[in-house]
Nanobody, 126 residues
Framework: QVQLVESGGGLVQAGGSLRLSCTASGRTLSTYRMAWFRQAPGKEREFVAFISRNGITTYYTDSAKGRFAISRDNAKNAVFLQMNGLKPEDTAVYYC???????????????????WGQGTQVTVSS
């Protein structure tokens, strides 16, 4: 069992940056594949970014490519999402998620993940 807590959300103007953090307790994060998802009001939760257990493999939804960067520090039991060039359409609650099964696919699907945080609100004003 792992408990995830997100932080770093807030209100930012379009073009600004935020860095989200996801910290874990209960188990070491190094054994989990990690991802960030987001959910805007009235919409389904959608995939944003993925990172492998060793941090070597990452991938992003098309809208995040070139603007967002996912990273992890297993020594600190944390995962991060650096978001630059924010747009109003990035407004959502952002969730980190942990997957215990190294073979579970696809990484872009919410059902692949075993543990979720409570989310952090990101609001981008125009």
């Amino acid at each position: 069992q792992v408990q995830l807590v997100e932080s770093g959300g807030g209100l930012v103007q379009a073009g600004g940056s935020l860095r989200l953090s996801c910290t874990a307790s209960g188990r070491t994060l190094s054994t989990y594949r990690m991802a960030w998802f987001r959910q805007a009001p009235g919409k389904e939760r959608e995939f944003v970014a993925f990172i492998s257990r060793n941090g070597i493999t990452t991938y992003y939804t098309d809208s995040a490519k070139g603007r967002f960067a996912i990273s992890r520090d297993n020594a600190k039991n944390a995962v991060f999402l650096q978001m630059n060039g924010l747009k109003p359409e990035d407004t959502a609650v952002y969730y980190c998620a942990a997957c215990a099964n190294p073979a579970a696919v696809p990484a872009t699907r919410t059902g692949t993940y075993d543990y979720w945080g409570q989310g952090t609100q990101v609001t981008v004003s125009s």
